[in-house]
């Protein structure tokens, strides 16, 4: 049995190719549960492979012929190999994170073959500190990251006695398997495409919130679209080939420094960010004098709206930051992305949803569109990177006694968007994933010492720490 394919999903299937793989993935450590024999890591694969029943979001695989008259649709795999999907790894040795970021890279690069079902996970030993990794990507036409992340919370629990927790791809009772109530991201073009098409009552007000946008836009103020980011090293076409790094830092940490200048959390993260990505192109001698433009997808509560989203709010718009990176105080950098941060928010805050999400495809056409229309390097970058952060748990959660003690993101680089930065929480920290085109930004771990530098200058200038 066929079922079609929405256009979202389907914009995501066409625009991949060899250089722009189109999926998602994400990197948990576990720890072993005490007690734990030298068998346990072999027995934690075989739980995750030898599943009775696969739920049908990951049987289905995309297909077109004849009798779909050229359209894509999902189809059910009658042949559903579990040893291709699910497979154990082990690292060289030493066993380092290194060796363990080196290994998801490699597996991040490859695309998933429109054979089989769009998913891969892996369980990963060799670690010198004993922990097992577990490394698993499915393509954004299946799920988006925080689909992905609700996907990994609900087969895990807080006790952690508890046992016979399943994989996340069995089947069984409902679980929290879509982006949530609201609209993520990924959604927001083709619901602004339905929207307006509609010429629901609702979208009556587009126009004059459309020539606001605009006119902000063009004087380079924040706003759902931008017309001035620089040309970067990011924003090139890409290779195939990826680099991944991560690290975490606690939240309170990070809270600390916004508690003493007035500030977000959101707000920090996007500074920490900020100076590492200045100090890292001061490097490379690649440094624009105009600053950087990051969008990034905020949770709002939307006038008149009753849906809930993904992100905390009621309604999911993306918001075009001005990154301050070419002023050298971190305090400044700090205070000007507090106040595009505030701009953006307050403009889209003043919208209706449908308003929100109209903006924010307008915004993001650019960047859409150059890759279906194979259009990298005519269309100016809108923006110069993604920064995003998704909520995590706040407690310790546990798949059948092995304690989750970090959870890290790997996102989607994109020709003429070589550097993706997703950020998310748990049980007290916050996890940076960075995910480039391993030619396009090169040493792309340095970034990590940048974060570091960058947290302990705002604390300086915060005077805490």
Known sequence: ???????????????ENRNMPMHVGGLQLFEKPEGAGPEYIREMYEAMRDVDEIA????????????????????PDLQFDAHHHVRHSALPAPGRYRELFELCSRLHSTRLAWERPLWEAHVIEGLEDGR???????????????????????????????????????????????????PSLPEIPV??????????????????????????????????VSFHAPRTIFNQSITGARRFAAEDWPIDRLRGIGKATGTTLNDVVMAMCSGAIRAYLLELDALPDTPLVAMVPVGLNAKQSHIASAEGGNAVGAVMVQLATDLADPADRLRAIHDSM?????????????????????????MILAPLLRMQGIVRPPYNLIISNVPGP??????????????YPLSIPINGMA??????????????????????????????????????ALEKAAGVG
Not at 342 to 365: D, F, H, N, R, W
């Open 394 to 407: 706040r407690t310790a959660h546990y798949w059948n006694g092995a304690r989750l003690v970090g959870t």
């Open 191 to 224: 619901q602004a495409l339905r929207s307006a098409l509609a010429l629901t009552a609702e979208a009556a007000g587009l126009p004059g919130a459309l020539v606001r946008t605009l006119h902000k836009g063009v004087r380079n103020e924040t706003s759902a």
């Open 1 to 15: 049995m066929v079922s079609p394919i929405d256009p979202t999903a389907t914009g995501f299937l066409l625009a």
């Open 342 to 366: 505030q701009a953006g928010k307050e403009a889209l805050s003043s919208m209706t949803q449908v308003q929100i999400l109209a903006m924010s495809a307008l915004g993001q056409a650019p």
């Open 419 to 456: 550097l993706n930065i997703t950020c998310t929480s748990y049980d007290g920290r916050i996890a940076f994933g960075l995910t480039g085109c391993r030619r396009t930004v090169p040493h792309l771990q340095r970034l990590l010492v940048h974060l570091e530098d960058e947290v302990a």
């Open 132 to 182: 097992v990794a577990l490394y698993t990507k499915t393509h954004h036409a299946l799920v988006d990251g925080v689909s992905a992340m609700r996907l990994l919370q609900s087969v895990l629990t807080t006790d952690p006695d508890r046992r016979g927790m399943p994989a996340p791809w069995a089947a069984g009772p409902p679980r929290a398997r879509s982006g949530g109530d609201g």
């Open 56 to 75: 049908p979001l990951f049987l289905k695989h995309p297909y077109r012929s004849v009798r779909t008259a050229g359209q894509l649709v999902w189809k």
